[in-house]
């Protein structure tokens, strides 16, 4: 989340989103998930600690408790119809029993350090929805995802 940054960019450990951006546009979650980050990299640091990180693209799959979370909210907006568009953008996504193994491999491994992304699929919003639309054919999924926020610009690579 970082609106400085080309689109072009190839997004690898080292890239951050934008706290001010972030902050700016509502975007507690973003927020509050960098400020833990960059606490716990400081308080390791502060003791002598080696820190390894997972970090986690938009996190779905099967859930444990009974209500939506931010990325099941996400992906039930779109099936229910209620968000009416979608954007002319990518995210990148991971199914959480991969962010699991993900965390049980850094555990495993005492030479792990540093940041480590966790990304399945990197998809156009299209891409997804149509997704969305193969496995649950019954929803009114956006208007059938045909309302691009952004039409008549070139469609955003992954």
């Known amino acids: 989340?970082?609106?400085n940054r080309s689109p072009d960019a190839v997004l690898n450990e080292t890239c951050w989103s934008d706290y001010e951006y972030c902050k700016n546009t509502g975007n507690?979650?973003?927020?509050a998930k960098m400020m833990a980050e960059i606490t716990a990299t400081e308080e390791a640091s502060k003791r002598?600690?080696?820190?390894?990180?997972?970090?986690?693209s938009?996190?779905?799959g099967p859930m444990l408790q009974?209500?939506?979370?931010f990325s099941s909210s996400h992906v039930a907006r779109y099936l229910t119809g209620v968000k009416p568009t979608y954007p002319n953008a990518v995210a990148a996504y991971t199914d959480v029993r991969d962010v699991a193994r993900a965390h049980v491999l850094v555990?495993?491994?005492p030479d792990a350090r540093g940041r480590y992304l966790c990304i399945g699929a990197v998809l156009h919003r299209a891409h997804f929805l149509q997704l969305l639309g193969?496995?649950?054919?019954q929803y009114n999924i956006t208007a059938k995802y045909v309302e691009c926020e952004d039409d008549g610009k070139p469609m955003a690579k992954p």
């Open 1 to 3: 989340m970082d609106p």
């Open 28 to 31: 507690l979650y973003c927020c």
């Open 48 to 56: 002598g600690l080696e820190l390894a990180v997972v970090v986690p």
């Open 58 to 60: 938009m996190t779905m």
């Open 66 to 69: 009974q209500s939506l979370n």
């Open 107 to 109: 555990y495993e491994h």
């Open 134 to 137: 193969d496995l649950f054919p």
